[in-house]
């Protein structure tokens, strides 16, 4: 398997994985919406605020994630991981770890302070995510399940409160996400 920086290029592709996933896993209404999102982000892709990583076996995509940049007036560097793919024949094989993993180490060589995610904390838990505070860091929208709200910081120092909602990019600022 081999992971890859993706670029706008990836668009159909990556669009094609997400709805597949979600519809498979979530019905065919959060399918076609998560789809949706995975193309917005992936035609805005420019490897700062919008950072896309993939895996690929035989070069096949099956398997995608985004990090988004979470903006602060702070000069922290916040990204959120959301949404993640693993095509269904490639589930429950660690893949989706390894590419969360690849994906944070590669954030790290950028000096990124804190990856954050609003996700299943079962999951999550097992790459080093845990509950997040928003009284440390505040979610961009309201969250319909806070329980969900996760992080971690990528430096080895605690995750620091920040006293400032933050900005996401335009493609998640909808409360259907949140």
Avoid at 29 to 55: M, P, R, T, Y
Avoid at 75 to 102: C, D, F, R, T, W
Avoid at 104 to 125: I, M, Q
């Amino acid at each position: 398997m081999i992971h890859r920086i993706l670029d706008k290029s990836k668009q159909k592709e990556l669009e094609s994985l997400f709805t597949s996933v979600f519809t498979s896993s979530e019905g065919e209404k959060e399918g076609i919406l998560i789809g949706k999102l995975s193309s917005q982000l992936a035609s805005n892709i420019d490897n700062n605020e919008i950072i896309c990583f993939g895996v690929y076996e035989n070069e096949t995509l099956i398997g995608s994630i985004f990090f988004t940049r979470l903006i602060f007036s702070t000069p922290i560097q916040v990204y959120m991981l959301a949404p993640v793919a693993v095509s269904a024949e490639h589930q429950g094989k660690g893949i989706g770890q390894a590419l969360i993993n690849y994906g944070l180490n590669e954030l790290k060589k950028r000096s990124v302070n804190v990856a954050v995610t609003y996700g299943d904390p079962s999951f999550y838990s097992k790459i080093g995510f845990q509950a997040l505070s928003e009284n440390l860091i505040q979610a961009p929208l309201k969250l319909s399940m806070p329980f969900g709200w996760l992080g971690q910081s990528l430096t080895g120092e605690p995750i620091p409160t920040i006293n400032e909602h933050p900005v996401c990019v335009k493609e998640f600022n909808d409360p259907v996400y949140w």
